[in-house]
Nanobody, 125 residues
Framework: VQLQASGGGLVQAGTSLRLTCAGS????????TAWFRQAPGKDREFVAA????????YYADSVKGRFTVSRDRAKNTVYLQMNSLKPEDTAVYYC???????????????????WGQGTQVTVSS
């Protein structure tokens, strides 16, 4: 599985962006996918995850109610819709896939098999 993240950019606070994670290979549609982010000088942190079927989603408290993760299995794509962006959302965003998780803790802290390159999101105040 190869992952390609895109959609980042420079935006003002309060606006929206949609990130896309395009997966190659049949396996992509059968595994969980997640978004992580890393700001300068900070550790990588979990943002959101979606199960392989798309029926269950998980969110970090910092983005809950503002971000929405979804997937289009026919297009082998996972999206992260980010609304009401804040300057503290500024980071490089990565998508990850694979692994076997059963709860929020697993999705947030578990080992993912595949990682894409990051896409920069910068939110100005």
């Amino acid at each position: 599985v190869q992952l390609q993240a895109s959609g980042g950019g420079l935006v003002q606070a309060g606006t929206s962006l949609r990130l896309t994670c395009a997966g190659s290979g049949r396996r992509f549609s059968t595994v969980a996918t997640a978004w992580f982010r890393q700001a300068p000088g900070k550790d990588r942190e979990f943002v959101a995850a979606i199960t392989s079927t798309g029926t269950t989603t998980y969110y970090a408290d910092s983005v809950k109610g503002r971000f929405t993760v979804s997937r289009d299995r026919a297009k082998n794509t996972v999206y992260l819709q980010m609304n009401s962006l804040k300057p503290e959302d500024t980071a490089v965003y990565y998508c990850a896939a694979g692994g076997h998780f059963i709860d929020y803790s697993g999705y947030a802290t578990g080992e993912y098999d595949y990682w894409g390159q990051g896409t920069q999101v910068t939110v100005s105040s």
